[in-house]
């Protein structure tokens, strides 16, 4: 120990007396270290006098009892979310609690962290969960649940202080008349002494669960559960909070259905909903990157008489149309695969439970349609912004000269159409090259064309490598960026020109 004059020998562990790591109603927890082995543990010393007048000498043996009594069982069951107890004794001034040792409490975590993201919070909330399991499934209630009785271990979590820990057997002991627990944690109705310990564990649960995802709270001054969008929870997880922190305890959702409600939470996510069930943020870049050159491309056809960009405008307002139709198809198939899989829930949970309907109704397939209906009118904006270019196809002198893309061009089963935009590129790449569509003034315009129209013609194989490949030749220091912010970005001929030639070396 840091102070030989602090130390203090309890049954084969030194401790300091003057560096508690946790304390209590009357309890301190003190880091001690065993003399034999070396081996480092929590002691919690359960002081058997207190000058509280309302807690008596026989209240504070039954807390100790309860409290080991339940530790013992966890341990038996092999509990890996509670705490273990490796012993427990006593001596004239206290009982003491033999613990695993753990390195922060949720609480602590949670300060450093201000929330977490929605993965990371429903892995610690559903380890909470399991280890609670444990403990009902013994008829056993915590009564104080709440971030600093939560310990982390080993990314692990370990419930501990059970102090006010019961068993109740028998439906004639249900209602507890005792009030415990903590300020903002405790349940409405355990503040009038009458409740049920199992809804209002729930009830604590559900709040904890709040803290996890939007960050600690000041209960003083707290009148209500808000849920700020910028956290970017699902519609799911806050129904869930919402149905354990319900005012009423009757209204309340029920230990088991939490199970389910997890449960169905977690298939979603197995099939794929977090990263599946969405536009994919690289389609999105490629829609954004392809709707600037196109935009591009009109705007230096109007600087520039006869330039011939119809015939790659038509090959590139193609290639969008067909991404956006590739993906509603997709959309559509995920669509039924998750119906499929709702139907498949239902089944196995063998009821047709509140929370699954609300998990149908309000989640991941209004999603699902609102993501295709966003398709279509992407989809539709895009063909009319191209209208005049559309109308060219009905141009004898475009037939003439465009005749192979006629048939093809909205084809959406076009087997032909990656080699004609691989060849309208070519030919496009070509004719930029020409000394009459260059000059002083846009040069760098055209360079800044070829660098798009490079990205586009990569973007099928390497889009996610671009940046990357941009990166490590040090011509962004920000991955983050969009697409097109890097392309603005591109201020004069010699980055240009630097951007061109890395782009290059993608097709080797």
Known sequence: MEQESNAQVLN??????????????NSTVFKAKHVDTNKYVALKLLRKQTHDNNISKEMISKIYQQEVQALQLCNQLNSKNIVRLFSHFENCNEYVLVLELCEQSLMEYLQQKSHLKEEEALDIFGQIYRGLSYLQNQKYYHRDIKPSNIMIKDSEIKIIDFGFCKQIIGVDNLKQHTRCGTFGYEAPEVKFGVYEPEKSDIYSL????????????????????????????????????????????ANRISWQQIGQFLDA??????????????????????????????????????????????NLELLLIKKLIFDFESTKLEFEKQKIELEQQLKIMEYDFEVNILELKILQNHSLRTKLNKLIIDLEKERYISLNENKELKLKL???????????????????????????????????????????????????????????????????????????????????????LSMVDILDDIKNESIADQFEQCLEKLRF
């Open 206 to 249: 559900g709040v904890v669960y709040y803290e996890i995802l939007y960050g600690l709270q000041n209960f003083h001054s707290k009148t209500e559960f808000t849920y700020p969008q910028e956290q970017n929870v699902s519609e799911q997880t806050t129904t869930l909070i919402d149905m354990m922190i319900q005012e009423q305890a």
């Open 394 to 480: 009905c141009n004898d002198y475009f037939i003439k000269h465009y005749n192979h893309l006629n048939e093809e061009l909205f084809n959406e089963q076009s087997e032909n159409f990656q080699q004609n935009l691989e060849r309208g590129i070519k030919e496009f790449l070509t004719i930029l090259q020409k000394p009459e569509y260059i000059t002083s003034d846009n040069s760098l315009q055209i360079k800044q064309l070829r660098i798009n129209i490079l990205i586009i013609q990569y973007s099928d194989k390497y889009f996610e490598q671009i940046k990357d490949h941009l990166f490590k030749n040090n011509l962004i220091t920000n991955k983050e």
């Open 265 to 310: 939470i977690k298939n979603t996510q197995n099939i794929g909903c977090h990263q599946k069930y969405q536009l994919d943020e690289s389609l999105k870049e490629k829609y954004f990157t392809l709707k600037k050159l196109l935009q591009d491309l009109k705007k230096i056809r109007k600087e520039i008489k006869d330039f011939p960009s119809e």
């Open 12 to 25: 084969d562990y030194v401790i300091n007396k003057n560096n508690p790591i946790g304390s209590g109603l």
